[in-house]
C-alpha cells in the first residue's frame, strides 16, 4: 500500500478539530481506516445540516468553496470543501440524500487507527450506500472485505 503518512496525519487533525462536532468518516478514507487496502486520495465526512456550520468556522482557513446546497444527482446535501495539505476534504450535511440514510450518524461507529478514535460509518452501511449508488467496483469491494 502506498505511504499514507499525509492522510494519517491529516485525519489526526481533523479528529483534534471537530472532537465536539456529530460527524463521521465516509467514503475511501473511512474504508481505508477500517482495513481495506485503498489509497485514499480525500477525506469525506457525513455530518448534520446544523453542524456543517460549525465545521466550516473551524476549518474556514482551509476553505476552498463556501457552504453550498447540492440537488443534484440524489445528493439534497449541503457541501463545503476544504483542502489541508493538498489533500481535498469535502463535508457532506445530509438533508435528505437518496443513498445515505439522513439518520447515519445515529449509528457511527469509532475505529482505532494510528492511535486515535475516528467516528466512521460502519462498512455494512457504506456496503448499501454504494449498492444504492450504482458504485459496483466499491460495492465489489467491501463485499469481498466482509466476506473473508
Not at 453550498?68 to 469535502?90: A, K, L, P
Amino acid at each position: 500500500m502506498e505511504n499514507n503518512t499525509k492522510i494519517n496525519q491529516i485525519l489526526s487533525l481533523i479528529v483534534n478539530k471537530l472532537e465536539t462536532i456529530n460527524y463521521a468518516l465516509i467514503g475511501s478514507a473511512n474504508l481505508y481506516i477500517q482495513g481495506l487496502e485503498i489509497n485514499p486520495r480525500d477525506i469525506d465526512i457525513l455530518t448534520t445540516p446544523e453542524d456543517i456550520k460549525k465545521i466550516d468556522e473551524i476549518l474556514g482557513e482551509y476553505r476552498t468553496k463556501e457552504i453550498f446546497f447540492d440537488e443534484s444527482g440524489g445528493r439534497n446535501s449541503f457541501r463545503s470543501y476544504y483542502v489541508i495539505d493538498g489533500v481535498e476534504i469535502e463535508v457532506l450535511g445530509n438533508v435528505n440524500n437518496d443513498y445515505r440514510d439522513v439518520k447515519s450518524l445515529d449509528n457511527k461507529i469509532y475505529v482505532e487507527f494510528d492511535k486515535i478514535k475516528i467516528p466512521c460509518i460502519s462498512l455494512a452501511e457504506e456496503l448499501n450506500t454504494y449498492e444504492r449508488m450504482g458504485r459496483t467496483e466499491k460495492y465489489e469491494m467491501v463485499k469481498n472485505f466482509l466476506n473473508k
